[in-house]
Structure formats: C-alpha cells, structure tokens
T-cell receptor
Framework: KAGVTQTPRYLIKTRGQQVTLSCSPISGHRSVSWYQQTPGQGLQFLFEYFSETQRNKGNFPGRFSGRQFSNSRSEMNVSTLELGDSALYLC????????????FGQGTRLTVV | DQQVKQNSPSLSVQEGRISILNCDYTNSMFDYFLWYKKYPAEGPTFLISISSIKDKNEDGRFTVFLNKSAKHLSLHIVPSQPGDSAVYFCAAPRGNSGGSNYKLTFGKGTLLTVNP
C-alpha cells in the first residue's frame, strides 16, 4: 500500500509569490490534514479536509488555504509569501475511525527568499 | 496556550539503557495519545498510541504509560539503540462532532540521542 505522497519535496519561492503544494493520501483515507513545522513553533495544525469539506482550521492567516478533490487528493496554497512562511509543510492522512493514527508524508520544504 | 508539553528538549542515553521521554497535557478532554518519531527533513512516523481507558501499552521495545490523574504520559524505550536517535513528538488528537481523530496537537518534541 503506497504511503502519503507530497510534491514537490523542495521549493524555493520569492516573497510576494504564491505557492501550491500537493498531497496524495493513502488509498481509502478520506481525511487529509496539513501541518507547518518551524524550528520555533514546532508542528502546528493548518487545516483538515474530509470528503472535499474543510472540517477544521488552525490559527493561520487567510493567505493559507486548501482544498480537497473527489479522489481525496489535497492541495494547499499560500499566497503573498512572506519570509516567515519558510517551513516544512506536512500532510497527513487518516481514516475516519476513532482511535486511529494519522500517517504523514515526507513533507515539502518551502524556502521563501 | 500549549496543551501538550514536552519539557525536555533533548535527552542523551547510552546504547542498551532505557530512554524515558515525558509528556504532559492540560486538556482533560484528550482521550487518546500518540507518539511519533521524526528524522530531519522527513515526516513523522507513527510509533505507538494509548487510549485513556488504558494505563499502559506495549509494542516491542516501546512502552507508553499514561497517568490520567497527573495528565502525564511517558514513552519508554528498552533497550535503546543508536537508530532510535531522532526527535520524538507526543500528540493528542481532537475529534469533532464527526468523531474521528485528527487535528493533532503536538508537543515541541524531544531530541533523543543514543550513544554507541
């Protein structure tokens, strides 16, 4: 069974640009969540999608958005990039059952210059 | 407000000895906890979990203990191996009305170094 796949692995963008990151969950998993990891803040929840609907959102500005497609694949978008958006962005997929763990992809390392 | 706390940023142990990683939480609504292991530039890998109906869960060299009254859990690794060197995160999921576990709240992690 293939794991969670995130593309691209690495990305360099300039301040003010926008970026789209992609995540393909484990087959059969309908919940996809996104996290930002930075050295100072650790792993922070961005948002979660289930059946193409955003069910939960973390405390991030509106520049961070996402969506989920009918095949459960998800994308997150960051507009008007700032230097502070440089981070490892992680996607996790899970089934919708209680007591189940989330499986993470390898992440996309975004560097904003 | 940090609801999941790992107060030790780092821990160094000798190969073959026990590693004990600690985690405290403040939200009494948390009823399920997970430990993840993370290498640099990779995603976290699920290690072990525990439900609040238990006080111990064991999987090979890894055992997690939960003390609900103290809102404290710990991960024991016995015996520790150099390959265990990584950052360990404690996490608690928050379900919503749908009942599933997601929206993980993570501690800041503990860097474990196992010396040969």
């Amino acid at each position: 069974k293939a794991g969670v796949t995130q593309t691209p692995r690495y990305l360099i963008k300039t301040r003010g640009q926008q970026v789209t990151l992609s995540c393909s969950p484990i087959s059969g998993h309908r919940s996809v969540s996104w996290y930002q990891q930075t050295p100072g803040q650790g792993l922070q929840f961005l948002f979660e999608y289930f059946s193409e609907t955003q069910r939960n959102k973390g405390n991030f500005p509106g520049r961070f958005s996402g969506r989920q497609f009918s095949n459960s694949r998800s994308e997150m978008n960051v507009s008007t990039l700032e230097l502070g958006d440089s981070a490892l962005y992680l996607c996790a997929s899970s089934s919708n059952r209680e007591g189940t763990e989330a499986f993470f992809g390898q992440g996309t390392r975004l560097t904003v210059v | 407000d940090q609801q999941v706390k790992q107060n030790s940023p780092s821990l160094s142990v000798q190969e073959g000895r026990i590693s004990i990683l600690n985690c405290d939480y403040t939200n009494s609504m948390f009823d399920y906890f997970l430990w993840y292991k993370k290498y640099p530039a990779e995603g976290p890998t699920f290690l072990i979990s525990i439900s609040s109906i238990k006080d111990k869960n064991e999987d090979g060299r890894f055992t997690v203990f939960l003390n609900k009254s103290a809102k404290h859990l710990s991960l024991h690794i016995v015996p520790s191996q150099p390959g265990d060197s990584a950052v360990y995160f404690c996490a608690a999921p928050r379900g919503n009305s749908g009942g599933s576990n997601y929206k993980l709240t993570f501690g800041k992690g503990t860097l474990l170094t196992v010396n040969p």
